[in-house]
Structures are given as structure tokens and as C-alpha cells.
């Protein structure tokens, strides 16, 4: 399984295809599902952009406490060693891939930031 950042969602809808093997082993969380769908400009592709993410298995739902716990620890631990991480929303994906135990496909330099202080595994394809 893997879980695709936004970035990853917006390549792979803009510029490359997945293949259907791949999406076999594609999941999503909450907080990619709602950047994902604010980006979508099309209202006629808002519907199917929708039903095509919510047919994926979703890791973090529902959201806890403890998962925005884990995103703060996250920022503010790769904050004191020396990392600029832009988006907490990020730091909330990190929590919910490093809780599931699942990689990270982005294109995205914050992940590869905050996996190299903690546990999370980030892919570069689906190798």
C-alpha cells in the first residue's frame, strides 16, 4: 500500500497515468482528500474526482487527537533540527503514514524533510 500525497495526485492526474495494478495498492487519508478536492476547478469534475478518492481505502479516519499531537511533535521536533517544514498539513499526513505504518509517493520536499528525522517512509515510484 501506498499513500499518495496531494502533490502526487495532482502529477499524477496532470501529467502521468497510474495503471490499475497501481491504484490496486493506492490508499488516502482525510486531510489529501480535502486538498485534493479544494483544487479541483472544474465543477463537472469535482463529482468524479470525489467518488474516485472515496472509493480508496482511507487511513486516519476518523482523525484523533493523537494524530495532531504527532503532527505537532513533528514540526516542532524538525523545526528545532534545523528543517523548514511550509505545511503542518503535511505534518498531518506524516502522523497518519507514520501511525499506519504505509510509505509516502509525493513530490513534495517537506516529506522528504520530515523523513529524515523520524520514522516516516517516503517513495519515489511504485517501484
Known amino acids: 500500500m501506498i499513500l499518495l ?7 499524477f492526474l496532470n501529467r ?14 482525510p486531510p489529501v482528500v480535502q486538498e485534493v478536492l479544494q483544487g479541483v476547478k472544474n465543477p463537472s469534475e469535482h463529482e468524479r474526482v470525489k467518488l474516485g478518492l472515496l472509493s480508496f481505502p482511507c487511513f486516519g479516519n476518523p482523525l484523533r487527537l493523537s494524530h495532531f499531537l504527532d503532527a505537532s511533535e513533528i514540526y516542532r521536533v524538525g523545526r528545532k533540527k534545523g ?23 509525493h513530490f513534495d520536499r517537506d516529506f522528504s524533510n520530515i523523513a529524515k528525522f523520524t520514522t516516516l517512509e517516503v517513495v519515489g515510484n511504485f517501484g
Do not use: F, G, N
Not at 5 to 11: L, N, Q
Open 83 to 105: 528543517y523548514t517544514i511550509r505545511s503542518t498539513v503535511d505534518c498531518l499526513i506524516a502522523a497518519i503514514a507514520i501511525e499506519s505504518k504505509v510509505p509516502v509517493m
Open 5 to 11: 500525497d496531494t502533490s502526487a495526485w495532482i502529477h
Open 16 to 29: 502521468d497515468k497510474i495503471t490499475y495494478e497501481q491504484l490496486q495498492r493506492v490508499v488516502v487519508c
